[in-house]
């Protein structure tokens, strides 16, 4: 017979209880309530605490206080991850994060789902489903991305957009529910390149 946390992992229906389950979620909560109680000259132990908390990390990672998550375990994050202010990840199931992703302000994560039929609902039964993002992403702030959803490489979610399906690669997506605006083009890219070179040959007069 399985056990709560497997059949949780498994994406299956499971009780948010027991004994093991338990025990996960009260080593999340003390390594959290220590990142959140961290001051500022102590990035260095905010860093490691990170890495105690998640499944693994790149090297360089940035999660400004307050951060919550469910257990952290199921969390995997890339090199040069940002989460501003109050982030949220629900990590029942897996939450995959790829390279340089940013999160503004307020983004919350959501694997957690319950069933839609009420007796089962308040029996506490629940479930997870995963989410995948993928490198080069930025996050606006109180973007809500919902169980199930994969997001591509190099997108954009916009500030407040309710993310329910899967967004491809190299695009804009906006709204609620949140829809690809636009495809992100050459002359964007030349756009942005020009304004960088136009920075370095100013700051260095």
């Given amino acids: ?56 990390t790149g090297e360089s990672l940035h999660i400004e206080p307050p951060f919550r998550c469910d257990y ?20 029942v199931a897996k939450v ?31 479930f997870g489903t995963p989410i995948t993002i993928g490198n080069n992403v930025w996050v606006g702030g109180n973007a809500v991305i919902n169980p199930g959803v994969n997001i591509g490489n190099n997108v954009i979610i916009g500030a407040g957009s309710v993310v329910t399906k899967d967004i491809p690669d190299n695009v804009i ?10 495809e992100i083009t050459e002359d964007d890219k030349q756009h942005w390149e020009k304004l960088k070179e136009e920075y370095y040959r100013d700051i260095e007069q």
């Fill in 96 to 126: 995959t994060i790829g390279e340089n992703v940013l999160f503004g302000p307020r983004v919350s994560v959501y694997t957690a789902g319950h069933p839609i039929d009420a007796d089962v609902r308040i029996s506490l039964l629940e």
């Fill in 173 to 182: 997506a906006v709204g609620n529910p949140c829809r690809v605006l636009r």
């Fill in 72 to 91: 952290g375990s199921n969390i995997t994050v890339g090199n040069n991850f940002y989460a501003n202010f109050d982030c949220i990840i629900l990590d």
């Fill in 1 to 56: 017979m399985a056990t709560n946390k497997e059949n949780m992992i498994a994406g299956k229906l499971y009780m948010a209880g027991g004994e093991e389950l338990a025990r996960d979620s009260k080593r999340s909560r003390m390594l959290t309530r220590l990142f959140n109680n961290t001051t500022e000259e102590q990035g260095e132990y905010r860093v490691e605490l990170l890495k105690q908390l998640f499944e693994s």
